[in-house]
């Protein structure tokens, strides 16, 4: 496992091993916030009979650059420890103050605390110059209470300047995976306007719809259609609506009642459309009554409470849930269970997806709510984009089975392109 | 006051329970208070820690005006168009601006943190081992190896243009064992939260209406 | 006393339990509000009881707590609050928890929410915190040992936009105190400038959006404390390093009071929690086997 | 001229925020912040139309004479109310000094906060563990294999997580078996799972996300196929 980095996970080590020691002391010196400039030289104090009083040792090997890879305004200071820092309290932390000049004057550019090797400073100009200088200092309170900090001397470096990079070079893989998904998808969308057969395979729950729909037929019962209680904005939602006109049509050629209560208005102007458009192409535009499609409520539980009602009240023989669905799954999937009606539900929210799995006979899981949409509307977009996805997920598949192999048998860690920042 | 306070707070509270015998008008009655005051509440603050203290102190008041902000704020009011159906149209602008930006963002966003980094978090030696001994850890190894199959099998099963047959379909399979045990393990963490959010009410009224609680 | 008569109570509970299955088996299974009656003294009784259980801690609280550990007095955290009050018995304990570990060990606290109540989430859990007689000994100082930025509309984009700069998300604290005049913000631009980054959240934006949005493209290190309903989608980014730590839910919550032994309240609903899950295992099971029975029955009867 | 405008905006803001993610450099990264600080507004706007939209729903209750007209009209009023007790807040907190927000502990918004928005809140989510309940006892059937897997893994989490299970076999052992396995479960199979559905979920918004930019799906602005 990569959790962190060598050089973090060292430096973790080092510090853990003096937390405590320097706790003690540290509790009552927070550090301080306010710029001021640091004196360059060691300060001593009279007053100062304790050996922590001498001032430490600075930073070693200070180093600065531009940080890469960004729009600019920055420059990345970084350090070694002070030979001070090691544990004994000596150090509470540094100081990194810069100058457009060598010789100064230099002014604060921020703290950080012990056991710290990098500076971020934010505040650059990308058409300046800058020196900068990284002192170790201790701090202690006096007798008076006072807070009393002694400054190690430093060293300048520089100079340096900040600048704005224009391509993120950590990011190059990315956008090649990127390229080669979004090619296949746009590939393939095109493909399918063409007239292109684009296979998709069986969908166990849309096999079972001709059953269900069937099933309410021969018992002369209901088909309630639920979409979800997310707007048309929600892809899910427009899924469903694709789905909802394939069981019109069926309900339309078997003559059965499908009632579909929404929770949305935008919902329920497509809604009709998609029936009205199913019933037509049945030929039968005349059996569509305007009360199939109806509005409840917009409130999540009152429209989970609404249609427990109608539910109980009218025991449906077959309950669609299409949609994106959040916590009231289980209330309604738990009353269409109690009347017994045959439940088929689908959704991309994955914490509702137990409760339609262990209450309703077939569930579409995820994905394949978008899948059996493509399936069922045959639509050039949505097969397109669905064949797209499955290259990069082939993709992806190769590269794991390659690269889990090569790492395994020590060849290349395949892992370091992926894992970008 | 306090006392006051807290009475207030639980009948309220019971009020929302009493929708747990049956719907009636003091569920009712409580269900339009909170409708009421959480739209007032998200407005109060969207109010005074966005349009006042961003857009207002930023482009009207402030020292060096930031004119940019302005264009947001015009968006903004375009957006309140809706509420007239005739010129409701003009709402689709600043629609477009999100729904554009989100794509834009969520485009990389997802592709880098959920697959790019989850695919490489996965490539990695099956034989995991110790970190400071060398030995090799038959847990973490095992692990691995489920992770693996897991990921993989659970990709296949969300293929959808080819036929699950063959070794391919036993694969699918396999991934749908995976998929279950994840929803398995989400269904108890659900019922786990749904109790503890419930604990919290009732230690509400036991403890401080009640005052029966330690 | 009331804890003993919580006690029998419960184990009369318990019995009519089977009484329960037998009904059920027999195909009449009961009416719902009677589910509801027995959730309900899954919940009371224990919490009459006022008893505490062992709880291990799972790796996932105690990677927070040693990267915590690692953290050094004066390092500055952000901590984003991306909840509300129906998340609160899950999230509030871990916050209160967290800061006053925080306080003790003298870090800066930098709050923020992506959620509007959220900051207000706070302002409870810093008030509760405050209460410690060694936190209130310290006499710590709004903008110079932690600072309220307040909310920010926007969602992931405030994320995005905070990778340059915080200030342009936030130009006043929650007392309209402008950025630059704050003491602990300082030198504070953007994530490059906190040590650490602690997200409470209860679902969307949350801990999702941070990982992607920030971790992902500035690179810094996050820990999380999710409702459980939102922790196992949170276990790949544990995995991948995206995330450092992760509380789940209550017990998550109690776990983490335990290793950072700071007694609260979650660690008294333990036993409630327990008592609750009991229930449900217990009718699930009640449940299939009235099912299996039935289907028994059923295939007998067509033979 | 009502198409192609938002068709156009969103396409380049999707193109600002996808570039800049590879390009740092002006204008994209600029860009990217200005466009994030009209969202940010936006978005307080689009709140603020949600909450003038139930005002205007419940007045028209109101005049219709429908059935629950009454809550309505406690909507009206909760609602009115609730603003008036903020902006006074706000403001006046302004003007003291040092300021105070109207989030502050003392304020009349914070007792609006803790006695009324809290218990109504909170309550209202916490009903679904009653329901929770009753769905496990009535609904949830180990009816085919993926049902079974499913409420076998939910069944060792959910004892796994509490000391339920530990505590029954404590006589036996004093090492928490159940806790480890569901912590087992939870970080190996549920992260193998969780991932595959991510990666899927992320290829499918990637796909989403290009038909919005290339403006080859157009539903967002009122629109069919394109």
Known sequence: MRLSSPNLTHNCLKIALFTLSLLLISLNAPLAQDAETAPDTAVTIEQAVDSANVAPLPAVNVMVADLPNDKGGAVLVSWELSPDDDGNGKVSGYLVQRSESKDGPFETAGNAVRGATKFTDNKTDDDKVYFYKVAAYFEYLDAAEEKIRITSAATVTGPVQSSAQWFNMNRLYVLLFMLFVAGAIIFYIEKAKKGDEIYIRKIAGIDAVDEAVGRATEMGKKIFYIPGIQDMNDVQTIASIAILGRVAQMAAEYDTWLEVPVSKSMVLVTAREAMKEAYTKVGRPDALQDAQVHYLTDDQFGYAAAIDGMIVREKPATIFYMGAFFAESLILAETGNSVGAIQIAGTAQPAQLPFFVAACDYTLIGEELFAASAYLSREPRQLGSLKGQDMGKGLFILCIIVGVILATLNVWDMSVIFASK | ?214 | MLSTIAMILSAIVGLSLIYLLIRTIQGHPVERRIVFVYIGLAVVLPLLMNKTLPLPVTKDVRKLYDRLEQLQPGSKVLCAFDYDPPSAPELQPMAVAFLKYAFKKDFKIIIMGLWPQGPQQAQQAIEEAMLDPIIAGKNLVQGEDWVNLGFQSGNEFVIQSMGTEFKRMFPKDNRRIPYEDIPLLQNVVNFSNVDFVMNFSAGKPGTYEWVQFGVDRFGFELGAGNTAVQAPMMYPYLRAGQLKGLLGGMIGAAEFEKVLNEKGKASTFLLAQTFAHATVIIFIIIGNLAFFASRKKKTAGAR | MRRQIPILITTIAGLVFAISYFIPHDPFGESESIFGDWITIVQAFAVWLGALNLLKISFEKISSKSADRHYAAIIIVSLIGTLAVGFYDGYSGMAQDPQVSFRDPGTNFDWLYRFIYTPLSATMFSMLAFFVASASYRAFRARNVQATLLLIAGFFVMGGRVPLFDMMISPITDFPVFSWFADWIMTYPNTAGQRAIMIGIALGIMSSSLRIILGIERSHIGGGSG
């Open chain 2, 1 to 214: 006051m306090e006392m006051i306070s807290i009475w207030i707070a639980a009948i309220l509270t019971l009020g929302i329970f009493s929708f747990l015998y049956k719907d009636n008008p003091l569920y009712k009655a409580c269900e339009a208070l909170f409708v009421g005051v959480s739209a007032a509440y998200w407005a109060i603050v969207f109010y005074f820690d966005n349009i006042y203290k961003k857009f207002y102190e930023g482009a009207v008041t402030a020292e060096e005006p930031d004119y940019f902000l302005w264009i947001g704020a015009i968006l903004g009011l375009l957006f309140l168009t809706r509420l007239v159906p005739k010129i409701g149209w003009v709402s689709r602008w600043p629609m477009a601006l999100i729904v554009g930006a989100t794509a834009g963002l969520w485009m990389v966003g997802y592709f880098v943190s959920n697959a790019m980094n989850q695919i490489g978090n996965t490539i990695s030696n099956i034989i995991a081992r110790d970190e400071l001994t060398g030995a090799i850890a038959w847990g973490e190894t095992f692990g691995t190896m489920v992770i693996l199959v897991g990921v993989v099998s659970g990709l296949v099963y969300f293929f959808f243009s080819k036929e699950h047959k063959g070794v391919f379909g036993a694969t699918a399979k396999v991934g749908t064992w995976f998929l279950m045990v994840t929803f398995g393990a989400s269904f108890g963490y659900t019922v786990m939260s749904r109790m503890s959010l419930l604990i919290g009410r009732v230690d509400f009224l036991l403890g401080d209406w009640l005052g029966i609680l330690r």
